[in-house]
């Protein structure tokens, strides 16, 4: 069972779980996962996924350990047993 954790800053709903658990009968894009999740919600897809379908430069992805930029992108492979975290980038000096 794949773990998606969503950072509460995404969160469109006031009593969003953080935590989501998915089942996937077997590998699958990180893109197509993502749109899975949002399921509907399309103020959650937008604050992730920009217009043109691409991870906003404020996101950061992680699948397992591995931020996802190093992995593909949204090509990267997610198996079931994967874990994914959506993040707020960060920065500063």
């Known amino acids: 069972m794949t773990k998606i954790y969503i950072h509460p800053q995404f969160h469109t709903a006031s009593k969003m779980a953080a935590e989501l658990q998915l089942e996937i009968p ?8 993502i749109r899975d999740v949002c399921g509907g919600d399309k103020r959650l897809l937008f604050k992730i996924l920009d217009e043109t379908g ?40």
């Open 26 to 33: 077997s590998e699958m894009k990180l893109g197509d996962l």
């Open 54 to 93: 691409t991870i906003r430069p404020h996101v950061a992805i992680f699948v397992g350990n591995d931020h996802c930029k190093y992995l593909g992108g949204l090509d990267a492979n997610v198996a079931p047993s994967d874990d994914v975290s959506i993040y707020p980038a960060l920065s500063g000096g």
